[in-house]
Each structure stands twice: as C-alpha cells, then as structure tokens.
C-alpha cells in the first residue's frame, strides 16, 4: 500500500520539472523523494477524469471502467457524450514524480452520481483535489464540487477546465461566479489529453497546498 499522505506538508516541492519511466517496468520512486502526496482527481460524469490521470501517471494506471450499455440510457445524462463508451464504476490510480522531493499519487473518482458515496473512502488521507470542470455541463461541475465541499470542507481543491471541441468559452470571473469558487481557489484551463497541460493542473493544486492563499477578511 502506497503511503498516502505527506510526512510534511509545509515543504514544497524543490522542481516541479516531470519525470517518466520509458521502459515497460515501472521506474522506482527516486530515493532522494521525501513527500508523497495523496491527491483526488473528481469531477461530474465524462469529464475525463481517466484521461488525465493516464495522460500524466508515470507507471500504467489502475483504471476499474466497464463497458456503458443500453441500461444506462435515461439514467445517465449522455447528453454531449455521444462517444462515450466506458465508464469508472470504482477508481482509478497513478503516479507521478513532480521533483525529485515529491510524488503524487493520484485517486479517481467515478463521474457517475450513484457511485459518488464511494468518494469518502477515497478522499481519507488526501491533501488536496483537482476538481475537472466541463462547461458544456456546469451543472454537473457545480454539484461535484458542492458535494465536495459538503464532505470534506477543508481539502484544498483546485478547479481545472477540460477543453473539449465544443465548449463555450466562459471568463474565468464567470466561472468563479457560476460555481462558487473561493477567490483563493485556483482556477485554469487544461486539456486532460497533454501531459504537461494535465502536470500543470496538479502542479497549480500542490502550489495551493502548500501555499494558500490568505483568507479573505470576514465581513463585520
Ligand atoms: N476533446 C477532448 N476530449 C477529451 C478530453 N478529455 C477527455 N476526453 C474524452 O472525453 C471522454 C470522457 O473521458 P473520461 O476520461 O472517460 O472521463 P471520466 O471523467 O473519467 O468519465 P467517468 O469515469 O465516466 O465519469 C473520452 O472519450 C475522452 O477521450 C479533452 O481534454 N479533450
Ligand atoms: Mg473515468
């Protein structure tokens, strides 16, 4: 079982430069590595949780996706998804070095509402989640993030845009606004697809952990 949770959380990562296994073995954790970071990638239904997590995990992920069959139609909103043919009915999981001090180990969570109970288990010992966002679906992004926040009220979140060919383009202080972000909350574009568009999502998260941002005075 892999250690889940930073010795320290106050150390920051020294390079945020990514590292890659090339070969068919997975590359060790480098021995010079003193933080292990457990983070939550979560997100409404079809966001491309699995995607990222495969884009940027250094080792082969650990995926749980079954097949999405005629059973699903009328109980998952397939609307603008019309290619979807899998999905995660348990979690996936994958790693990655950020420098030569920290590594990530990355949790993610089923899109689908029925299995969003399982997220508890999942967040225990999480410093922090990506929360992918879908603007074609805020609706979607907006109760995964509230039901975030409802459970676990003190995890760091940051919030990524996954760009997909048709999104709208909606201004960042729209989006805050749309889903209720704090102002300290990072929020960025990223496509899942990119390894280093989806490196820099976690990096902008693990900035947040260890950096966060001052809170905003209480109004009298
Ligand atoms: N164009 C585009 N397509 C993407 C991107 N990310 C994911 N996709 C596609 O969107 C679909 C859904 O991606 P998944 O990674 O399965 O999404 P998910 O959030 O894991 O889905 P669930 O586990 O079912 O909730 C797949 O067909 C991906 O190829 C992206 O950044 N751009
Ligand atoms: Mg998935």
């Given at each position: 079982m892999v250690s889940a949770t930073s010795s320290d959380p106050h150390a920051g990562p020294a390079d945020p430069a990514v590292q890659r296994s090339g070969g068919s073995a997975p590359e060790p954790v480098?021995?010079?590595?003193r933080h292990s970071v457990k983070i939550l990638v979560v997100g409404g239904f079809g966001v491309g949780k699995t995607t990222l997590i495969g884009s940027v995990s250094e080792i082969v992920p650990l995926r749980t996706e079954e097949p999405m069959t005629t059973a699903s139609v009328g109980v998952d909103d397939l609307a603008r998804l019309e290619h979807k043919t899998a999905t995660t009915v348990a979690m996936d999981f994958g790693r990655v070095?950020?420098?030569?001090q920290l590594v990530l180990y990355l949790f993610g969570t089923p899109g689908q509402q029925r299995f969003w109970p399982l997220w508890q288990g999942l967040a225990t010992g999480a410093l922090g989640a990506l929360v992918l966002v879908d603007t074609r679906r805020l609706d979607a992004s907006f109760s995964a993030i509230d039901q975030l926040e409802q459970h676990h009220p003190d995890l760091p979140l940051a919030v990524a845009v996954n760009q997909f060919p048709n999104s709208p383009t909606v201004g960042h202080d729209q989006l805050r606004q749309a889903l209720d972000l704090d102002p300290g909350t990072p929020l960025a574009d990223c496509d899942a697809r990119r390894r280093g568009s989806a490196a820099g999502a976690l990096i902008s998260l693990v900035d947040h952990i260890y950096h966060p941002a001052p809170a905003a005075p209480s109004s009298p």
């Amino acid at each position: 079982m892999v250690s889940a949770t930073s010795s320290d959380p106050h150390a920051g990562p020294a390079d945020p430069a990514v590292q890659r296994s090339g070969g068919s073995a997975p590359e060790p954790v480098p021995a010079s590595v003193r933080h292990s970071v457990k983070i939550l990638v979560v997100g409404g239904f079809g966001v491309g949780k699995t995607t990222l997590i495969g884009s940027v995990s250094e080792i082969v992920p650990l995926r749980t996706e079954e097949p999405m069959t005629t059973a699903s139609v009328g109980v998952d909103d397939l609307a603008r998804l019309e290619h979807k043919t899998a999905t995660t009915v348990a979690m996936d999981f994958g790693r990655v070095t950020l420098s030569d001090q920290l590594v990530l180990y990355l949790f993610g969570t089923p899109g689908q509402q029925r299995f969003w109970p399982l997220w508890q288990g999942l967040a225990t010992g999480a410093l922090g989640a990506l929360v992918l966002v879908d603007t074609r679906r805020l609706d979607a992004s907006f109760s995964a993030i509230d039901q975030l926040e409802q459970h676990h009220p003190d995890l760091p979140l940051a919030v990524a845009v996954n760009q997909f060919p048709n999104s709208p383009t909606v201004g960042h202080d729209q989006l805050r606004q749309a889903l209720d972000l704090d102002p300290g909350t990072p929020l960025a574009d990223c496509d899942a697809r990119r390894r280093g568009s989806a490196a820099g999502a976690l990096i902008s998260l693990v900035d947040h952990i260890y950096h966060p941002a001052p809170a905003a005075p209480s109004s009298p």
